[in-house]
């Protein structure tokens, strides 16, 4: 599984360089404001970040008896792919924070979360999050579903 982890690792930070290329032609702020370039320039930098600590803990990690995930394993991501697709049809029905709400809920039981009281904090507390990042700071308006958010 390390060679798997360092294959999936590199190719993240490739992908991560190339989204940061393609955020350093777009304006970085405009006027004072976050511009088009600055979320991702950002996400970019994180998910380098993030891949550049990965490889790191692969180097110190024991090797795998098989390259290949067990049953369980192949369960779990599955239904997180089956989640993403359910999610993306959902939010033009149910509006983005509802959606993200029923998208955390299912991926965080599936994932293997710890008790009902901090999967539903979470599930109601990253969507509202994010509703005011975008929406409030960022004034990106969110689909909106029947429910008004």
């Known amino acids: ?3 798997a982890d360092r294959l999936a690792t590199l190719a993240l930070l490739a992908f991560a360089a ?5 955020a350093r032609r777009m304006p970085y702020a405009e006027g004072g404001i976050p511009g ?3 979320a991702p320039t950002w996400i970019s930098v994180l998910m380098a970040a993030g891949a550049l600590l990965t490889l790191m803990a692969t180097r110190t990690s024991a090797p795998a008896d098989c390259f290949l995930a067990g049953r369980a394993a192949a369960v ?4 997180l792919g089956a989640a993403m697709v359910a999610a993306a049809l959902l939010i033009p029905l149910l509006g983005m924070v509802t959606t993200l709400v029923l998208f955390i809920l299912a991926t965080v039981t599936v994932l293997g979360g710890r008790g009902w009281a901090r999967i539903t904090a979470a599930a109601v507390l990253v969507p509202l999050a994010l509703l005011a990042v975008f929406q409030v700071w960022l004034k990106v308006p969110f689909p909106k579903g029947p429910l008004g958010f």
């Open 36 to 38: 088009p370039g600055f």
């Open 1 to 3: 599984m390390r060679t």
């Open 76 to 79: 779990r991501i599955l239904s």
């Open 18 to 22: 190339y989204v940061y290329a393609g």
